[in-house]
């Protein structure tokens, strides 16, 4: 199969190009500001917010299916600079939609999305839950949901939680990679309250390539299937590293300060229907940690 994935230079975008290219397809990764290698893979610069540039790269690779991994994902900046946030999240979706509806056949469009399209008041989402995202990083995401559902040919849009995994050979990384650091400093501080369902980048991978070979249609939430604090994560984060997790500190979330981002508590998400439909069986966080810290030494 003839797969095109954006965002091939980011942390997920990376591993999944290699994934692709081990499982001998043929594959085309986009980078953007940092040119990138992936062995096997033919490697291209895209901005897909140059509507033109899609069209050029999609007519000429011709893929079967384009995983769009691209993103501008630091959430703070979106909420910063929220034009240039809809630029690349939403219209960089649209554009990219709008090349591949030029093929004949149409090429299976998976979008990869976020569990901060909810707002986190109750957690282990299911796909049809409704959504209300709480800061622009999740409204750009919610509106490009929107435009690939549109898509006339297969869609895909797949919400995921926090990634980690072992580094790639990019310059992105992962947060696993931040919190490991801030403990090898000597100390770091994660929330107590705020709970996510982190997955090994493995996991996430093998079931991206499950939906391309199944052509999976509709909205997978592909996330770990527990639900874990930050603070929780760092302790076993540290114990698998064999670091001290006297380094960690727990506390809640500051409540009535305004920051620049606002922070929904609880956005896991129920992997129920991937685990039916895919056949997915997701690593437990301390499994996937210890495969983490053992492929470090
Ligand atoms: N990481 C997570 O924990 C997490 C959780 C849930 C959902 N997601 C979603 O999963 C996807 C991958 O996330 P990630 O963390 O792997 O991303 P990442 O490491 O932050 O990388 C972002 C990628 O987007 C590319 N990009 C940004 N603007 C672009 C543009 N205008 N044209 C072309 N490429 C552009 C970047 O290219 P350059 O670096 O070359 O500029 C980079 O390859 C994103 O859609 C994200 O929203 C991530």
Known sequence: MRIMVTGASGYLGWH??????ASDHEVLGCYFANPTVVPGATMALLDFTDPQAGIEAVKDFKPHAIVHAGAMTNTTDCEINPESATRTNVEGTQHLLAAASMLSPLPHFVFIST????DGERGMYREQDATGPLMHYGF???EAERAVRNYAGVWTVVRSSLIYGPAGETTRHSFLDW?????RRGGVTLYTDEFRSPVHVDDLCEMLMAILIRKAWGIYHLSGAERTSRYEFGLLAAEAFGLSQDHIVGKPSPSGIISATPRPKDVSL????????????????????????????
């Open 270 to 297: 129920c992997v129920e229907r991937a685990i039916r439909d895919l056949d997915y069986h997701p690593m437990s966080a301390e499994e996937g940690l210890r495969r983490v810290a053992r492929g470090s030494k």
């Open 115 to 118: 569990d901060l399209v909810f």
């Open 16 to 21: 999944l190009t290699r994934c692709a290219v």
């Open 140 to 142: 750009t995401k919610i």
């Open 179 to 183: 919190m490991l650091a801030g403990i």
